[in-house]
C-alpha cells in the first residue's frame, strides 16, 4: 500500500486575458492489487507539498477600457437637417474594439450631445407638383397646375438655397400638368327659329312691307332651348340668317268713296266804304 497526491485535468480558461484555470487535487490510497481509494489530505503530508489546484492562463495582462461613442443611422440623405444619435459604447484603448459594457461597469460614464448632424450636402433635383387649380368649367372642363424641377443646394456661404434648374436634370418625365375634370358637355345644335309668322302687310292699300322675328336658338341633346347671339348661329350653323322683312301689296275688288271728318271755312266778304262787312260761316268735308 502507498500514499500519494492525485490531480484531475485542468479546466478551461476562464477569460482569454488574466485568466484562471483550475483543477481537483486530492490525496489518493494505491492498494497491492491497483485498486485505489480516496483519503484525508493529512495522509498524503510524507508525499510531499499538494501540487496547485489553480493557475493563471491568457494574457498576462488586459488591455485597458474607455467608454467610446458610436454613432447610429443618419435622419436624413441631404440637406441642412440631417441629425443622427450617440451611442455609448465600451472600447479597449489599444485598438477601439467594442467590447461588452460589463469592462466599463467601473468607469465613469461621460456626456455626449444627445445627436451630430450627419449628410449635410446638397440634395439631388426632384419635380416640385403643383396644386390642382379648380376646375375651368361644369362640363367638358379642364385643370391645370405647374410643375418645376427644384434642387436644394449647399453653396458656398455653406447655406441651402432652393434653386430652379433645367427640368433635364430632375428624374423620369416630367408629371401631366392637364387633365379633364368634368362630364362632356351635351351636344348643341344651334338653328334659326321663326317666333312668329309673317305680319299683315303695312299698307291698307298699294304697297308696304311684311315683316316676321327671327331669332338663334341652341338646342341641347335633351331639349333645352336658349337664345344666343344670331353671329353664333352664322358661325357654327354655317346657314344665313332669314329675311326677316318682304314687299306686299294691298289691292280692292271695286272703287268705293273714303271720307273724312268735317272741318270749318271762313267766307270774308268785302264791301263799298260806308256799306258793312259780313262773313259767311259754311261747313265742308273732303271727299
Known sequence: IF????????????????????RN????????????????????????????????????????YRWGSSSGSCSETCGPYGKKPVLLVCQQIADNVTVDETYC????????????????????????????????????GVQTRKHLCRQLQLESDRHFHMRTVADSLCPGSKPSEVKSCSAACPRVVFQWALTKTWSECSAKCGKGTRTRIVRCEAKTADGKVTKV????????????????????????????WVTSDWYQVIHCVASERGARSDSNLSSVRSL
Open 3 to 22: 500514499i500519494r497526491w492525485k490531480a484531475d485535468a485542468w479546466t478551461e480558461c476562464s477569460a482569454t486575458c488574466e485568466g484562471n484555470e483550475t
Open 25 to 64: 487535487v486530492y490525496c489518493e490510497q494505491v492498494q497491492l492489487d491497483g485498486v485505489t481509494q480516496r483519503v484525508n489530505d493529512s495522509e498524503c503530508r510524507a508525499s510531499g507539498v499538494k501540487p496547485n489546484d489553480t493557475r493563471s492562463c491568457g494574457e498576462s495582462e488586459c488591455p485597458g
Open 105 to 140: 461597469a467601473d468607469l465613469e460614464q461621460p456626456v455626449f450631445s444627445e445627436k451630430l448632424p450627419c449628410n449635410r450636402v446638397s440634395c439631388p433635383p426632384k419635380w416640385d407638383i403643383g396644386e390642382w387649380i379648380p376646375c375651368s368649367a361644369t362640363c367638358d
Open 229 to 256: 347671339a344670331d353671329e353664333v348661329c352664322e358661325l357654327q350653323a354655317n346657314n344665313s340668317r332669314p329675311i326677316v322683312e318682304r314687299k306686299c301689296r294691298v289691292t280692292s275688288s271695286s272703287n268705293v
